[in-house]
């Protein structure tokens, strides 16, 4: 069974920074894809950014380009999103999601492809 725990959410003026973690265990960690997802409230979730299992192949939804940044640490058992410039409508409730693939340079970018998600941490930017 894995486990995802995320953390590093918290409020934040517009234009500010945070850094997201997600700390993954009971399983073979550098043999998952990674990525997360946001979900506003009423809304429903949405892709933020991928990184495959290898960390050689990233992606990002258009509105965050240039702004965050997703990485891992595989001897840490850990995936990060690195959160930049920050603006109100960032504001979610971020979760990651992990799912095994056997292709190193693989990115997943929908929800129903992932069989693990952690629980959730809240990003609120205010203007």
């Known amino acids: 069974q894995v486990q995802l725990v995320e953390s590093g959410g918290g409020l934040v003026q517009a234009g500010g920074s945070l850094r997201l973690s997600c700390a993954v265990s009971?399983?073979?960690?550098?043999?998952?894809?990674m990525a997360w997802f946001r979900q506003a409230p009423g809304k429903e979730r949405e892709f933020v950014a991928a990184?495959?299992?290898?960390?050689?192949?990233?992606y990002y939804r258009d509105s965050v380009k240039g702004r965050f940044t997703i990485s891992r640490d595989n001897a840490e058992n850990t995936v990060y999103l690195e959160m930049n410039s920050l603006k109100p409508g960032d504001t979610a409730v971020y979760y990651c999601?992990?799912?095994?693939?056997?292709?190193?340079?693989?990115?997943?970018?929908?929800?129903?492809?992932?069989?693990?998600w952690g629980q959730g941490t809240q990003v609120t930017v205010s203007s």
């Open positions: 999601a992990a799912e095994r693939t056997y292709v190193e340079s693989r990115v997943i970018l929908t929800t129903t492809e992932y069989d693990y």
């Open positions: 990184i495959s299992w290898s960390g050689t192949s990233t």
């Open positions: 009971g399983r073979t960690f550098s043999s998952y894809a």
